[in-house]
């Protein structure tokens, strides 16, 4: 990793908006906000911290984040010179050019520090500065570190929520937090994935490098204890990047009885699936709105693994679960994800009409709870703060 970043000049001169999105969900989310806000006001000049989705839809990219996105305690202090030296040049960016405002998005180890690093500076609004401080999508302050939330409230001016329980978490402070509706149920949203009951099985291990080399093999192992069972059974593979594809690829050539039965394919949308072994991110959502049944399946360094249960203390892993307060999907966490268990979380998924019938109405329930509210979307709620910038 290089000692030094620069970042280059906006190259429209004056920057209205400065975005910042750490990993591949958060620059998918980002990116609709942005192509829904240039829809409005075209002319509005804005750079971005994120990935290849952002660029896409219009923002100068200083530097891609998502192809440096990494998990974990270990994995983070690994590449800490690095990201050292990125929030340096940030900062630097950040008093050099001076946008009207900056819009954080999720990745909070990164951009709540530089939040706190901006107001200490004068540089933003809550230090006395005239850069306006944004954030969409908040941390999961009611998972672990839930007095971050009066930091938050010191260093910035608004926040834009999807989920929404997320509002009552920062009732006891000063920081306007507003539910902006969940980016999977806009209108205009194509969904990656749908239920299927003649498709392929998903596996899907995750956006990230280091948890798809831990994940991909037990979903394999599963798949492949499933299939003697139903020895016709296919499955898909959907990755964000090639740096994942790589990943993946290099573990399912160590699975030679399964070369010709799963196949790799980018997340590009609209593909049927009859059953799902995920990990728990982002994808995992997509599946349980469109009431695929399957499981979600974690594994990590087991330093990481036992730091992480003594900091968090939710009773799912999984968004859907969390949501509904019930397994929707069954979570098996390090040992617990055995290829037998996930073999049978599959053949229940295939197999089971009770169980397919019940995870449709789950999957009912969470697209009335993350619908758009009244005020708009989170395009909505960015331009007003910009009007008022």
Not at 39 to 62: D, M, S
Not at 92 to 119: K, M, S, T
Not at 235 to 256: F, G, K, N, T, Y
Request: hydrophobic share 50%.
């Amino acid at each position: 990793m290089p000692a030094t970043v620069k970042l280059p000049a906006p190259k429209a001169g004056a920057v209205d908006l400065l975005v910042i999105a750490g990993e591949h969900s958060g620059d998918e989310h980002a990116a609709k906000v942005v192509r829904d806000l240039r829809a409005r006001e075209p002319g509005l000049r804005i750079c971005a911290l994120g990935g290849p989705g952002l660029a896409a839809a219009g923002a100068q990219l200083l530097h891609d984040l998502t192809a440096t996105s990494v998990v974990g305690f270990v994995e983070v202090l690994k590449h800490y010179p690095f990201f050292k030296a990125l929030f340096a040049a940030t900062v630097r960016w950040i008093a050099q050019h001076r946008p009207r405002a900056i819009c954080f998005v999720d990745y909070p180890g990164f951009n709540l520090r530089l939040a706190a690093e901006l107001r200490s500076r004068g540089l933003t609004r809550p230090g006395g500065g005239k850069v306006q401080a944004l954030y969409y999508i908040s941390p999961q302050i009611w998972a672990w570190k839930p007095r971050r939330r009066f930091t938050m409230a010191r260093d910035l001016d608004a926040m834009a929520v999807i989920f929404p329980f997320e509002p009552a978490s920062y009732a006891d402070t000063k920081l306007p937090v507003e539910f902006v509706g969940h980016p999977f149920l806009a209108a205009d949203y194509a969904a990656p994935v749908h239920d299927d009951p003649a498709g392929p099985v998903l596996l899907l291990p995750g956006s990230r490098t280091q948890a798809v080399a831990k994940i991909f093999p037990l979903l394999l192992a599963g798949f492949e204890e499933f299939r003697r069972q139903a020895p016709a059974a296919r499955a898909v593979v959907l990755h964000p990047s090639a740096e994942v594809a790589a990943v993946a690829r290099r573990i399912l050539a160590r699975w030679p009885k399964l070369a010709d039965a799963v196949a790799l394919r980018a997340n590009a949308g609209g593909i049927g699936a009859s059953a799902v072994l995920t990990s728990s991110g982002t994808m995992s959502l997509h599946c349980a709105l469109a009431g695929i049944p399957g499981a979600v399946v974690y594994k990590t360094r087991t330093v990481t693994y036992w730091l992480g249960r003594m900091l968090v203390s939710v009773e799912f892993i999984g968004m859907a679960n969390l949501l509904l307060r019930e397994p929707m999907y069954p979570e098996f966490i390090q040992g617990a994800a055995t290829a037998r268990a996930l073999a049978r979380q599959l053949r229940e998924a295939t197999g089971d009409a009770a169980r397919r019938e019940r995870t449709r109405a789950q999957a009912a329930k969470l697209r009335d709870m993350l619908g758009q509210p009244a005020g708009g979307t989170a395009a909505d709620w960015l331009r007003r703060r910009l009007q008022g910038a």
